[in-house]
């Protein structure tokens, strides 16, 4: 069983910064892309940020020069670090993660973890 377990959400004053966390945890071969989502009230969920196993990355023109991805292989876990947080970027924030499950599986299986609530007060 594969877990993705977010942290990091809360409450912000415009301008201010808030770091997220998502650990995959459970028995895996290996973690491809992980990213980061976030559904506002009443719209779509949409892409955030993405970065491949190879530390590749792409930003969202909504967030980039403000939102930086970052994942540490070793531990499993995929980081948001998000600057000059704006009112608009209020949303729930959700992990996404594409796993091999055995190494002699065909492609990935896609996780999400269960949202955490980032609040950009104005």
């Known amino acids: 069983q594969v877990q993705l377990v977010e942290s990091g959400g809360g409450l912000v004053q415009a301008g201010g910064s808030l770091r997220l966390s998502c650990a995959a945890s459970?028995?895996?071969?290996?973690?491809?892309?992980m990213g980061w989502y976030r559904q506002a009230p009443g719209r779509q969920r949409e892409l955030v940020a993405i970065?491949?196993?190879?530390?590749?990355?792409n930003h969202a023109d909504s967030v980039k020069g403000r939102f930086t991805i970052s994942r540490d292989n070793a531990k499993n876990t995929v980081y948001l670090q998000m600057n000059s947080l704006k009112p608009e970027d209020t949303a729930v924030y959700y992990c996404?993660?594409?796993?091999?499950?055995?190494?002699?599986?065909?492609?990935?299986?896609?996780?999400w973890g269960q949202g955490t609530q980032v609040t950009v007060s104005s």
């Open positions: 996404n993660a594409a796993i091999k499950i055995k190494s002699w599986t065909v492609g990935v299986a896609d996780y």
């Open positions: 459970g028995s895996f071969f290996r973690i491809n892309a």
């Open positions: 970065i491949t196993s190879g530390g590749s990355t």
